[in-house]
């Protein structure tokens, strides 16, 4: 009876001590000329190593992860969208650009720029918008939707 009381003890504690698991979005990247430093807050351990004096333990870290487009309702469609990030100017280049039209967005939904396309190469000046992050938006002349992105600017 003992036995099977200490048996069932230690399989419950082997079982809490593997299910202390936790994923975590939060982390951060430190480096100096030598070295780097990754970390991820409440990171699932997969590994850890000891020399006697030191421990390092790995795990899985995400880093940092930029996504330009975020919308595409038109797979037909070609645009170029350079620099991103950038921070002073953004080049659209559109072979069909007639009948499009863009619009600059703040992620508040605040619109601050809007044109109709006239030629296949248009300029934004964003150098007077504060660093952040905005949509572009594009669009038919019937406000049609046909794709989204996020703009970056340093």
Not at 60 to 89: A, C, K, R, W
Not at 118 to 141: H, I, M, R, W
Request: charged share 20%; proline share 3%; net charge negative.
């Amino acid at each position: 009876m003992s036995n099977n009381i200490l048996l069932s003890t230690l399989f419950l504690l082997v079982g809490t001590i593997n299910a202390q698991e936790v994923i975590s979005t939060q982390g951060d990247s430190y480096s100096n000329s030598s070295n780097t430093i990754d970390y991820t807050i409440g990171e699932p351990i997969i590994e850890t190593v000891s020399d006697g004096n030191n421990d390092l333990t790995q795990g899985f870290h995400q880093t940092l992860l930029t996504v330009v487009g975020i919308e595409d309702l038109d797979v037909n469609f070609s645009v170029n969208i350079f620099p991103n990030p950038t921070s002073e100017i953004v080049n659209l280049d559109i072979e069909k650009y007639e009948g499009i039209i863009f619009h600059l967005f703040t992620l508040e939904g605040k619109l601050l720029n809007q044109a109709v396309l006239t030629e296949k190469k248009t300029t934004l000046n964003v150098a007077d918008y504060p660093k952040g992050t905005y949509l572009l938006k594009l669009s038919t002349s019937g406000n049609q939707k046909i794709k989204t992105y996020k703009i970056i600017k340093n």
